[in-house]
């Protein structure tokens, strides 16, 4: 996953409640993020990831730099709405942000072909396009087929009459695509999709809505996306809570139903393939391919609620558990989006806005937990998924082109953004999170793990025969005693389904692991009986040795047809 930078207006920004003030009357589905109230110096954090789905826009652009991508300085940056239009040439480098929109013909590509929601009485109730929102903008642009880019698109709105939220019955769908075209690349890649459905309400307004950054100087290097992320209420002042926004519109969001199953399917001629990560439960994946070769990729689960952190301290005041891991870091006051003047006598404030979803940034993570009393400010309901980096310690089982490997789940704050870690010791597949212990009204928050993975892909990971597969989940807390959890296994249409409820929080670590009774050898009938001869000797069957292993521990088990012991595999 990509490291993201929130650039805010800073000049719109007259207002901003306090954090803590704020948080128990504002839906945690409308949290945003604002520079501190309190008139001083200050530092803060946010831990977010629908801040990368919400505010989602079209938009193509071509730079020029004075070095190769990750190194060259940004010399030039060139709004497109069509590669090929002056400043825009083919050999120039590119960055997009598309969507999927929603299919408006039966031939259309790279969309959204249907939506669904399954109530608890088990009835199915479909979406019916409302509108695209916000539809086309002055960024919006074509679409290249030979180029392998996808036109800009929109983001949309459905009703599902049958299936309603608190507030309605209209659901927004942000379906993205971001990707380049690198110096002398001759088509265009994606580096990453995303997908997430929201509960809204519109409310009419003048809102200055989330765009590009447009000036070099914006970007850091070239190939390192800087967004300006953030829509403003120009009415109200401020940053406006929205989850999507045109000019004159916001898409308000309010919490998800969680007892209902939304499912997703997409037509795509850029297909999927490795892993998926996401905020759901009970997670269920297909994918088949069309006459045409398109993949159809459907996904469904119900919502979870995610703990947010955010707050803000004054400098002076900043938690101990904050100040002693920054201590001896010379960034303390520079890592981070700054508001505020740096030369002022007062100082600029920072944002710790980069902490990743890598296991190296769980230490800063779980530091800043303790200075907020272990307590998340704020809590939101989320179905969202997107793709994660494939760097897999199984490589070799990785399932081919166009295809899923898997998809894992969990509602923690923290999660490592890449596959469960295969761990050779153990024979588990590893995935650590970490939350606070408490959600803002007090209670204890229960954590949810769901593992989809492929069938073939666990055989061939730990040298399965086709036979029945088992599982079972562990839970190790941070201090490594085990914590009991509800479980759920199961194996059909291709994939195994694991699911765990129910553990808590700090930074516990989920271990998965799989295993499989040795396969029944079937001794082939004779098809007929050989008649006794007097001069045959009885033939005495001969005895094998093999060696089995559990982890460290080996065994040699002889016999006439040995088999290894139950959770032993033959070496």
């Known amino acids: 996953m990509k490291r993201m930078r929130v650039l805010s207006l800073l000049s719109a920004v007259v207002i901003a409640l306090p954090v803590f003030a704020s948080a128990a009357s504002i839906p945690g589905e409308q949290f945003v993020i604002a520079p501190p109230s309190n008139g001083q110096q200050s530092i803060g954090v946010v831990i977010d990831d629908s801040q990368f789905i919400k505010n989602q826009f079209a938009h193509l652009q071509a730079f020029t730099a004075d070095g190769p991508e990750g190194k060259g300085k940004v010399l030039t940056v060139t709004q497109c709405l069509k590669v090929g239009t002056p400043g825009c040439e083919e050999y120039n480098f590119f960055l997009y942000k598309a969507f999927i929109g929603f299919c408006k013909t039966d031939v259309s590509s790279d969309c959204v072909s249907a939506i669904t929601a399954t109530t608890s009485d088990g009835k199915v109730h479909q979406g ?4 695209d929102f916000p539809g086309t903008t002055q960024y919006s642009f074509e679409g290249n087929t030979a180029l392998n880019l996808p036109a800009g698109s929109s983001s949309f709105i459905v009703d599902i009459a049958s299936a309603p939220h608190s507030q309605g019955t209209k659901y927004l769908v942000i379906a993205g695509l971001d990707g380049r075209m690198g110096l002398g690349s001759k088509t265009f890649k994606i580096d990453e999709f995303h997908t997430g459905i929201f509960a809204v309400t519109t409310v009419s307004g003048s809102y200055a809505p989330a765009q590009p950054a447009t000036s070099a100087s914006s970007f850091e290097f070239l190939g390192v996306p800087t967004y300006q992320r953030v829509p403003n209420d120009k009415t109200a002042g401020g940053i406006a809570p929205c989850a999507q926004s045109t000019e004159t ?63 803000w301290f004054p400098l002076a005041t900043a938690p101990k558990a904050v100040l002693d891991f920054y201590s001896s870091d010379p960034r303390f006051l520079t890592a981070g989006t700054t508001f505020g003047d740096r030369g002022s006598a007062q100082g600029a404030s920072i944002l ?55 998809i894992v789940t969990t509602n923690s704050n923290m999660f490592v953004a890449q596959p469960p870690a295969f761990n050779a010791v153990d024979q588990t597949l590893d995935y650590k999170v970490a939350s606070p212990h408490f959600l803002p009204d007090g209670s204890v928050f229960k954590g949810s793990y769901n593992l989809s993975i492929k069938s073939d892909f666990a055989r061939c990971l730990y040298g399965f025969t086709k036979a029945p597969v088992a599982a079972s989940v562990s839970i190790l807390s941070a201090d490594g005693t085990s914590q009991i959890a509800t479980t759920v296994i199961s194996e059909r249409n291709g994939w195994i389904t694991l699911a765990a409820e129910g553990f808590t929080f700090s930074s516990p670590t989920l271990k998965v692991k799989f295993s499989q009774a040795a396969e029944p050898v079937v001794t082939p009938s004779p098809t007929a009986t050989p008649s006794p001869s007097a001069s045959a000797k009885p033939v005495t069957p001969k005895k094998i040795t093999i060696t089995c292993v559990k982890g460290k521990t080996t065994k040699k088990v002889t016999a006439i047809k040995p088999t290894c012991p139950t959770g032993y595999k033959k070496k």
């Open 352 to 406: 710790k806005d980069y902490i990743d979803y890598r296991v190296q940034s769980f230490p800063e993570a779980l530091y800043w937990y303790t200075g907020l009393g272990d307590t998340a400010q704020y809590a939101a309901t989320a179905w969202s998924f997107r793709s994660i980096e494939n760097k897999y310690q199984g490589q070799k089982c990785s399932t081919s082109t166009n295809s899923l490997s898997g």
């Open 128 to 131: 019916v396009f409302v509108e």
């Open 249 to 311: 519109r916001c898409a308000l969001a309010w919490p998800l139903p969680l007892d209902v199953d939304f499912a997703l399917t997409m037509k795509l001629k850029t297909k999927v393939e490795g892993w998926l990560h996401g905020r759901l439960r009970d997670v269920g994946a297909s994918i088949e391919n069309s006459t045409s070769g398109e993949q159809i990729l459907r996904i469904t689960g119900k919502p979870v609620t995610v703990p947010i952190v955010y707050a």
